[in-house]
């Protein structure tokens, strides 16, 4: 069956983001995913001859798992696509993973050093030191998630992410409209753009690709992911436990 695995490494994240996604996750009690866990997950995944379609490690910030090599490793060992979503702002504890990831999503408010840290509270020179990093592994496909507020700052924005060689992904936010409507007025064209699949445009260099993505409030809801926290399985962030880690396989063959 088709499945992608969130493994929600811990519900710390040193980021202030007010528009958080993983608002629906709970902050009570354990907040950390076990590397025996995972072990377990990945290793029932094997004898029922699934290999999930991609697995992504997130958190909160999934760096601050300090084992967080080992269980990118131990992902990446399965054959899947493994990716993590991640603010960056930890160079140096980001490296542990660096190796075993075919895919990096960054968040990034701003590439202005004041702005940034007024929106996330993370320092923008730590940013682009993971970016350096991660662009020496050349399988590695690194994209910067980036919410939509002003379209000039955005196509600003946009222009950077070329000059760094990521691609970007612009997210309209849950309830601005009025950007929203602004962003579907972009000459994409006139930034030598051109539209090569839907919400994808690609630049003249042949490289540089802009997504675009509309975040609504059920955008975590897939029929095929599963999220794996400290606290359970769920289908979305905000839904309801279907059951715990340790019985995993019972559940996913159930729900599955």
Avoid at 146 to 151: A, E, F, I, N, S
Wanted: charged share 20%.
């Amino acid at each position: 069956m088709a499945l992608k695995i969130r493994f929600l490494l811990t519900s710390r994240c040193t980021a202030t983001c007010t528009y958080c996604h993983n608002e629906g996750q709970g902050k009570q009690g354990a907040s950390l995913l076990r590397l025996s866990t995972i072990s377990a997950i990945l290793g029932k995944l094997a004898a029922a001859g699934i290999v999930p379609d991609e697995i992504i490690l997130s958190g909160g910030e999934p760096t601050l798992h300090k084992q967080v090599g080992d269980i990118a490793r131990q992902c990446k060992a399965t054959g899947t696509h493994v990716s993590m979503d991640s603010h960056v702002g930890h160079p140096q504890l980001l490296q542990a993973a660096l190796p075993y990831l075919d895919e990096l999503k960054m968040h990034i408010d701003s590439f202005d050093p004041a702005t940034q840290q007024a929106s996330m509270g993370i320092d923008i020179h730590d940013v682009l030191t993971s970016i350096r990093h991660a662009q020496q592994f050349p399988a590695l496909q690194l994209r910067v998630n980036h919410p939509l507020r002003d379209v000039q700052e955005t196509a600003a924005f946009v222009a950077r992410t070329r000059e760094l060689g990521v691609d970007c992904k612009v997210i309209e936010m849950f309830g601005h409209d009025t950007c929203t409507a602004n962003l579907r007025t972009v000459n994409w064209a006139n930034l030598g753009y051109t539209r090569h699949a839907d919400g994808e445009w690609l630049h003249a260099d042949g490289k540089h690709r802009v997504f675009h993505k509309r975040c609504g409030a059920a955008h975590n809801q897939h029929d095929n992911t599963l999220f794996i926290g400290a606290d359970g399985v769920r289908r979305a962030l905000d839904s309801a436990v279907i059951g715990t880690a340790d019985n995993f396989h019972t559940n996913m063959l159930q729900e599955g």
